[in-house]
């Protein structure tokens, strides 16, 4: 054989061996958690990434490994999260659906590893006042931290009493400045997770819109999201947090761990009755599970659909490419788990 086919044969097995140390499923130096925090300036989350850090199920699958592992709650929730993505500060970031839009909209390179489950949102109006509907705050002061999930819901609120952002006074104001502003009288009513029942509590407000009863089809949703550039640099590693995931969702479809979950989710700074509010009588199973299933994606096309309606965003998103189910799907195979939360249809478009 000549030379100059020895000269070939090697140069094509450097460059094969070159491609192989691009895409060898090495483990990163460190991966970076972030979640939407409650305002409180806690280092402690909510949801399934709470509960898969705090019981150490991300821990245990870089068990043996040199990988450093970060958590980070922001109180800025999701346009904090995209502004950290946007600067690479975040590998993985579990908050809404309506910033997760916004951000892939963007061109935050994103993709959508797992469901962290759905938060049920309440409406709450100053004591004092007539208001038993959302129809009753037309032209009424109405405070919801813009550009969250819960901004999504108070839109699509509106939208299904027949009004529009037009018809209140939108203002723009995070978790506890709402508690401040509705304890002053300067705003009507506010949008909220459970925190805004600590007024309901202190006879400060009244409670007159839960989602609770809807179930997922009316509640808060979003998931955990992980950047491109990691998951394509280090696959392996991305599967092990996906399996972490399920772990801690299996772990909160047990019934004997309601408690300890709400006592997790208590160091974010949110009172235990909350919790209670939230999630008693509800099965956690449900609420958690994980699948990136055709039922969260349909979720997912409806939020789309109504941000571009709402000139939230302008650019079309492909849920499909967006989506990575199989990370979760190969985590249930592995832990026989297939069987345990349906895959579940798609939901009836509300939009």
């Known amino acids: 054989m000549t030379s100059s086919f020895f000269k070939s044969v090697s140069a094509l097995l450097l460059a094969a061996v070159t491609s192989l140390g691009v895409h060898a499923q090495t483990q990163p130096e460190a991966i970076r958690f972030g979640g939407f925090g409650q ?4 280092p402690h989350g909510v949801a399934l990434l709470a509960i898969a850090q705090n019981k150490g199920f991300i821990a245990d699958a870089f068990k043996g490994t ?3 592992l970060s958590f980070e709650y922001f109180t800025g929730t999701g346009p904090a999260i995209n502004e950290a993505i946007a600067n690479n500060r975040l590998d993985f970031a579990q908050y809404g659906s309506l910033p997760n839009i916004i951000g892939k909209a963007g061109g935050l390179p994103t993709r959508i590893l797992s469901s962290y489950g759905y938060t049920p949102v309440f409406a709450l109006s100053r004591q004092g006042l007539e208001v038993n509907s959302f129809k009753d705050l037309k032209g009424r ?6 550009g969250t999930v819960l901004h999504w819901a108070l839109l699509k609120a509106l939208q299904e009493n027949g009004l529009t952002l037009r018809d209140i006074q939108l203002v723009d104001l995070k978790t506890a400045d709402q508690l401040a502003a509705l304890t002053a009288g300067s705003v009507d009513a506010a949008v909220g997770s459970s925190s805004l029942l600590t007024l309901r509590d202190k006879g400060v407000g009244k409670v007159f819109y839960s989602s609770r009863e809807l179930g997922a089809k009316g509640s808060g949703f979003g998931g955990i999201l992980v950047s491109e550039s990691f998951e394509k640099q280090y696959p392996e590693a991305t599967q092990r947090v996906a399996n972490a995931l399920v772990k801690a969702a299996h772990w909160l479809g047990q ?3 309601r408690d300890e979950a709400y006592r997790i989710w208590v160091l ?7 919790f209670k509010d939230d999630f008693d009588g509800v099965s956690l ?4 599970n994980p699948r990136v299933d055709a039922f969260l994606l349909s979720q997912y096309e409806d939020a789309i659909a109504f941000s571009k309606e709402n000139k939230l965003i302008r650019a079309d998103i492909d849920v499909a490419r967006w989506a990575a189910p199989a990370y ?3 985590a249930l195979r592995a832990q026989g788990l297939q069987a345990y939360w349906a895959d579940r249809a798609a939901a009836v478009a509300r939009h």
């Open 285 to 288: 199973k449900e609420v958690f």
């Open 141 to 146: 002061k109405v405070a919801v931290a813009k």
């Open 66 to 68: 040199p990988v450093k």
């Open 39 to 42: 305002g409180f300036g806690q």
């Open 268 to 274: 974010s700074g949110v009172p235990y009755q909350a």
């Open 255 to 257: 019934e004997n761990n």
């Open 328 to 330: 979760v799907e190969n």
